[in-house]
């Protein structure tokens, strides 16, 4: 993606004056659950409406979607609601398909993404097309696949580009489904400023309790819309069941989303004090969840310290690791005076996390 280059900035097209607002069902169960749930969106402030057709699950055995069929309830969906219909596509097959059932938005899936043959499949198929594509980040945090991902579909002369932010996969147990890593997302949209970013916190919760909560840090950080997955039963539905909202809980969410307006100077001041302290809070909330699993190995020491009989103060160990963080901060433009008050309160804080388990 070429920084610089000012790209078609599709969602001009919608005339909105709130962000772009994506919802439907995680997956296309029914004809009649899909036109149900699109007419419940219909008159909200919705724009496009989501469901999956092909579903690519972790594992062999679950619902993996209705397959083509589903297309055709979209395209009822469509005539019935005016709502513009979105998809996910992993291969050129769908994208034919797609397209001969006038789908109007495809998105490339986060299992998709990390594989540029895939990618490029799917890019050469909608060369020529001027369809909306989005794509999702891929399933590990890697900012350079992502951009790889969106460069392919700009050569393959794709105007209208967007990026969707999921989260990414985790082995650690977190409060949510998917870390959101919220930097990575911070670095994309620095870099590529015109491209419009859309949150999807469904996959990064795991949790409808939380949507609201991540709905609103991703405004924040100024990203230009929200996938939201909605459903009319969401507990029983068939994929993906404790993350989705019904639509009078997605009109209600919305509605208590708060969306900064710009109209002059002070608004303008206000909005981008309000973005540069969310991603601040992103990176403190992330230094104190790195510092806790640092006291969690401080604690494992402690109990190497116990079983050896060894004495929990080192100083030369202490000694070494203070200066080569005096070295490091100096890299990064911190002042010596704050990495040693920084690393002795938390060398402080690691002798009281081994002393609690030595004089245990």
Known sequence: MKKEEQHTNWLDDFKLTHPLVIAGPCSAETEEQVLKIAHELKDSDVSIFRAGIWKPRTRPGGFEGVGAIGLKWLQKA???????????????????????????????GARTTVNPFAVQEIADALNGTDKIVLVKNP????????????????????????AIHRGFSTYEKTKYRNNPEWQIAIDLQSRFPVLPLLCDPSHITGKRN?????????????????????????????????????????????????????????????????????????????????LGKRMMIAEEIGLLKKEKNVA????????????????????KGLSEEFILKLFKAIHQESISHQEKIINN
């Not at 991902?149 to 393959?156: I, K, M, T, V, Y």
């Not at 919305?254 to 990176?283: C, G, P, Y």
């Not at 103060?313 to 490091?328: F, H, T």
Request: hydrophobic share 45%.
């Open 210 to 290: 939380l949507i609201q909560e991540v709905s609103q840090q991703a405004l924040d950080l100024n990203y230009d819309g929200l996938m939201i997955e909605t459903h009319i039963d969401p507990d029983n539905a068939w994929s993906d069941a404790a993350q989705q909202v019904t639509p009078a809980t997605l009109k209600q969410i919305i509605k208590e989303l708060r969306v900064r307006k710009v109209s002059d100077d002070a608004d303008d001041f206000t909005k981008e004090m309000n973005k540069k302290r969310t991603q601040i809070d992103v990176f403190d909330t992330k230094i104190v969840e790195i």
């Open 312 to 331: 929990i103060l080192q100083n030369k160990r202490w000694n070494e690791v203070l200066n080569k963080m005096i070295s490091e901060g100096e890299n």
């Open 139 to 162: 399933v590990n945090p890697d900012l350079a696949l992502w951009i790889g991902a969106l460069e392919r579909l700009e050569n393959a002369g794709i105007k209208k580009i967007g």
């Open 78 to 108: 469509k005539a019935q609601t005016g709502l513009l219909m979105a998809i996910e596509v992993a291969n050129a097959n769908h994208v034919k398909l797609a397209i001969e059932h006038d789908i109007d938005v495809l998105w490339i």
